[in-house]
Every structure is written in C-alpha cells, then in structure tokens.
C-alpha cells in the first residue's frame, strides 16, 4: 500500500484543503480523469460509450457522509432518476450483465443521529424495489470500518427480500476473511476490494503485501464457493490469480466478473473485456472530494500530477 496514503487521507480532512482543492479551476481537469460529469446528462453519454465497447457498468451518484434527512431524501430520488435512465438504454437478457448502481450507505442517511442505520435501510429498500422492477442491479459501498457491522446487517436484512443486492468487503480488514466465508452463499453477489479508508492497525493490515495476502485469501473464498465474485482490483498479481482460480474452479465469463474504477486502467479493462465479464464502476455528481482523495492517495504519481498542475498555474 502507497506509504503516503494514511497522510494524504489525514490531510484531506482538513477543511481549509477542502477548500483549496475544491476552490481551483486546476482541480477540473482531474477530477474529470475519475469522475463521468457532475449530472446524469454528462454522464449518460459516458455510460453508452462504455457499454459499446463491452463494459458492463455500474453507477455511483457521489456523496458520503449525510447529516441531513433531506440530503438523503434528494440522494434517493437522484438514484430512482437513474435507475429509470439505466433501464432505459436497455437491458440485458443474461441476468449477469445487467447495467448496477453502487449505493453508499451514508449517503442514504446511516450517519443521521439516532436512527440513521433504520433510515437508511428503508431507503436502500426503496432504491432495491425500483431496481427490481427495472432489472438494475444493486450494490451496496464500503466504508470506513466502524460502518461494516450497520451495513452488512442492512444486507443481510434486504437480501430476504432482494436475493440479488451485492456486498461491498475490504481485505484490508481484519475481520474479511471470516465474512467472505459467511457471505459466500448460492447466488450472493460479493465485490472484493482492497480497501480505500484510513484505519487503525487494530482492525486492518497496514502492509502492502499483507493487504495482498488477505485479498488472496478472501479471493479464494469465494471464488471457490457458490456466490457470484466481483473481482475489484486493477492489481495485475490479483487480477492473474482471479484468472487461474477461474480455471481451476470452471468458472466462465458469466460466473464472475472483473470490476476497475472508471479512469483507471482503460487498457487493461479493454481486454479483460474481450475474453470475460468487465464491469467499469463510473461515478457521478458534485460531491466529488472524498472519491478524489480516495484516487489521490492510493498513487502518489496522481497527486504528483495535481500539485504540478497547482504550481505551474499559481
Ligand atoms: P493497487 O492500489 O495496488 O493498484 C494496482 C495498480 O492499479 C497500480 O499500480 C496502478 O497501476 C493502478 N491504480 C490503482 N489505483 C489507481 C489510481 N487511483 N490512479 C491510477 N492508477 C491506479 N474501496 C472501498 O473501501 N470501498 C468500496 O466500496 C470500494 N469500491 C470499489 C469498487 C471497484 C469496482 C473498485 C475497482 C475499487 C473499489 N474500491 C473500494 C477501491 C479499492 O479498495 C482500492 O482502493 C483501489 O481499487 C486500489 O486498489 P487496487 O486493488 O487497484 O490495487
């Protein structure tokens, strides 16, 4: 793991930085490196190009952290909106390759005083009961850790009813191992990721290589049971072993999937497109500042990137 990356994430709380970052004209050209548009008439043209070349989608309306019941309010209708517009540009007939949105749980309004978690279950139910009827896939984010026990809960809850809601798990986290093992069952949708978050050593692995070792492990969880793996890395070590597990275990392209963030690798998500199932997580929207630093922080040549931009306009 990137050793500036706890500071860069310590950094980015800072409110005066916030404002610089977001204050500069400079920051638009990044931010469009990583982010589809700041509304859905931006980003559905994005979405079509993506789906012509192959790659399956799914969509991530920006926002974290809502304090307020009527932001959340606004987060659902936005998400209802696209749903609507994803359902629009046609479905698939192989239920693996429906188009998704991506959904955090504190954007729904988990972190709201006293019933945060129960709002944001009834409105995850909500978002789940339109995708539903669309044939849009669902799947929920994973925050910083001391939300994992709220959300798995939420999904374990919803999956009664929506079966097909898919869990975001972090192999950086102690605990992940255990959870995939749990979480594995027929049909369960699971995205493995390394892990975006600033946490303490208490609960997650600091070391590169044992971040690694976690995620091979969680990969051969799953991969080796009876859910569907959605195989999150741009990692070229992971994404080779995702491949021969596939092999050993006879999974094909419907079975699993490989899973890059929108802007990074397009590459490499090009012929992983050609030959398996590639899916491009494309976010969208004006909150955009804690998805950036997340992509700051995970590669010092991004940041590198922005501070020269800084200095040579400044
Ligand atoms: P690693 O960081 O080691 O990168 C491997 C290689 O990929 C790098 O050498 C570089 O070539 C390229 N690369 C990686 N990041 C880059 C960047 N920002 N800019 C340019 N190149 C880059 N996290 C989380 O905590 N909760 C979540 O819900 C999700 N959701 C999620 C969905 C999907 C589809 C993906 C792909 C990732 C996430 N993540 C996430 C983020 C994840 O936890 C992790 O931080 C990043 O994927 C980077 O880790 P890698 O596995 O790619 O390896």
């Known amino acids: 793991m990137n050793p500036l990356r706890p500071v860069i994430l310590a950094a980015a709380d800072s409110p005066r930085l916030k404002r610089m970052i977001t204050g500069t004209p400079?920051?638009?050209?990044?931010?469009?490196?990583?982010?589809?548009?700041?509304?859905?008439?931006?980003?559905?043209?994005?979405?079509?190009?993506?789906?012509?070349?192959?790659?399956?989608?799914?969509?991530?309306?920006?926002?974290?952290?809502?304090?307020?019941?009527?932001?959340?309010?606004?987060?659902?209708?936005?998400?209802?909106?696209?749903?609507?517009?994803?359902?629009?540009?046609?479905?698939?007939?192989?239920?693996?390759?429906?188009?998704?949105?991506?959904?955090?749980?504190?954007?729904?309004?988990?972190?709201?005083?006293?019933?945060?978690?129960?709002?944001?279950?009834?409105?995850?139910?909500?978002?789940?009961?339109?995708a539903g009827q669309a044939g849009v896939w669902v799947t929920v984010d994973a925050e910083d850790h001391s939300t994992t026990d709220a959300t798995l809960a939420t999904i374990r809850q919803l999956r009664a009813e929506f079966p097909w809601l898919g869990a975001v798990l972090q192999a950086y986290l102690h605990r992940t191992v255990a959870d995939c093992g749990e979480l594995s069952g027929a049909g369960s949708r699971i995205r493995l990721c390394k892990g975006a978050y600033r946490e303490p050593h208490t609960v997650a692995y600091q070391r590169s290589a044992e971040v690694t070792d976690s995620y091979l492990r969680c990969l051969e969880t799953l991969m080796r049971g009876d859910g569907y793996p959605m195989v999150a890395t741009h990692d070229p070590v992971l994404i080779r072993a995702a491949e021969q597990l596939a092999v050993e275990t006879g999974r094909g392209p419907g079975q699993f999937e490989h899973q890059m963030l929108y802007g990074i690798r397009d590459a490499e998500q090009l012929r992983l497109a050609a030959g398996s199932t590639m899916r491009v997580y494309v976010p969208y929207g004006g909150q955009w500042y804690g998805y950036l630093t997340r992509r700051l922080a995970e590669r010092p040549a991004n940041l590198t990137f922005f501070l020269r931009a800084l200095v040579s306009k400044s």
């Open 26 to 130: 400079i920051t638009a050209d990044i931010v469009r490196r990583f982010v589809a548009g700041e509304d859905r008439d931006e980003l559905i043209p994005v979405v079509r190009e993506l789906l012509a070349s192959r790659r399956l989608i799914s969509v991530d309306f920006l926002g974290e952290n809502t304090t307020d019941r009527a932001q959340a309010d606004a987060t659902v209708a936005e998400y209802l909106s696209l749903i609507n517009d994803l359902a629009a540009l046609g479905g698939s007939a192989d239920a693996a390759a429906r188009t998704e949105v991506s959904v955090k749980l504190s954007a729904l309004g988990q972190a709201l005083p006293a019933d945060g978690p129960a709002i944001a279950t009834e409105n995850l139910h909500i978002l789940c009961t339109k």
